[in-house]
């Protein structure tokens, strides 16, 4: 299983990014995607996932209305569309997908929001 993060980078507040995670190794089709954030000495937390069909979402309180998840199942990818970005949104932003009862983790992109 690899899971592959892009898209982060510096960001005015205000501002839009859009995060892709491509996935290979199992049947992408099949499984719940997530993505999660850690900013600097805080938990890692959960910040959205989206049922294999695509068809249920979940959004923390702090992200509703701002961020939205997706995925394109033909192209292994999982999405994650962020506008109205607020400083307290800086992190690094990692996808998880969970197979065969095990976590697994890309590398993480990181986001700053700052002006």
């Known amino acids: 299983v690899q899971l592959v993060e892009s898209g982060g980078g510096l960001v005015q507040p205000g501002g839009s990014l859009r995060l892709s995670c491509t996935a290979s190794g199992f049947t992408f089709s099949s499984y719940v995607m997530s993505w999660y954030r850690q900013a600097p000495g805080k938990e890692r937390e959960l910040v959205a996932s989206i049922t294999s069909t695509g068809s249920t979402t979940h959004y923390a309180d702090s992200v509703k209305g701002r961020f939205t998840i997706s995925r394109d199942n033909a192209k292994n990818t999982v999405y994650l569309q962020m506008n109205s970005l607020k400083p307290e949104d800086t992190a690094v932003y990692y996808c998880?997908?969970?197979?065969?009862?095990?976590?697994?983790w890309g590398q993480g992109t990181q986001v700053t929001v700052s002006s």
């Open positions: 998880k997908a969970i197979v065969g009862a095990t976590n697994y």
